[in-house]
T-cell receptor
Framework: DQQVKQNSPSLSVQEGRISILNCDYT??????FLWYKKYPAEGPTFLIS?????DKNEDGRFTVFLNKSAKHLSLHIVPSQPGDSAVYFC????????????FGQGTTLQVKP | KAGVTQTPRYLIKTRGQQVTLSCSPI?????VSWYQQTPGQGLQFLFE???????NKGNFPGRFSGRQFSNSRSEMNVSTLELGDSALYLC?????????????FGPGTRLLVL
């Protein structure tokens, strides 16, 4: 039962362009969504989060959009840089279970110079 | 502020042995969660400890256990190791609140079971 899904295993974009990573979820009880960036054999690094009461959150080059009716969120990176190349994980948790993150399978982003 | 630390970073064990991994959370954080990452299963939640008590548990066999100390440091133990336990084990710390908390991860412990 995959409650959080990232249907695109990989994405390749040109440096300077926009990267859009997508994530879908099935559990309507999730109220907090997070994006992490991960390199092989390292721990995930927190990027940005969004509460279920919002539809957009920005932090520098990173913007997360949440569409609750569609149970869909996306991470936009503008402009994309070669250093952004990594695996990106979408995760979610719910009230009372904040320490239990449910992760998607990840999307490998490659930004080409 | 120092981040989440995990020791050791790498471990090699043989089947049937047991292993203990350690995690020190960010100063002031009271919640520690453990995750297993494997190529086939992705990142899966093992358990969470808060105030020295297990607060949440994932779907792993009883061979996987943990504990938390009064200083919030946590240990995870895996007994009777199997080849399939080879994975990256990650711990994450959080403030322990009940809503909309961000979890911050350590660098992980890479366990290889031969």
């Amino acid at each position: 039962d995959q409650q959080v899904k990232q249907n695109s295993p990989s994405l390749s974009v040109q440096e300077g362009r926009i990267s859009i990573l997508n994530c879908d979820y099935t559990n309507s009880m999730f109220d907090y969504f997070l994006w992490y960036k991960k390199y092989p054999a390292e721990g995930p690094t927190f990027l940005i989060s969004i509460s279920s009461i919002k539809d957009k959150n920005e932090d520098g080059r990173f913007t997360v959009f949440l569409n609750k009716s569609a149970k869909h969120l996306s991470l936009h990176i503008v402009p994309s840089q070669p250093g952004d190349s990594a695996v990106y994980f979408c995760a979610a948790n719910k009230a009372g279970n904040t320490g239990k993150l449910i992760f998607g399978q990840g999307t490998t982003l490659q930004v080409k110079p | 502020k120092a981040g989440v630390t995990q020791t050791p970073r790498y471990l090699i064990k043989t089947r049937g042995q047991q292993v203990t991994l350690s995690c020190s959370p960010i100063s002031g954080h009271r919640s520690v969660s453990w995750y297993q990452q494997t190529p086939g299963q992705g990142l899966q939640f093992l358990f969470e400890y808060f105030s020295e008590t297990q607060r949440n548990k994932g779907n792993f066999p009883g061979r996987f256990s943990g504990r938390q100390f009064s200083n919030s440091r946590s240990e995870m133990n895996v007994s009777t190791l199997e080849l399939g336990d080879s994975a990256l084990y990650l711990c994450a710390s959080g403030g322990g609140g009940t809503t909309q908390e961000t979890q911050y991860f350590g660098p992980g412990t890479r366990l290889l079971v031969l």
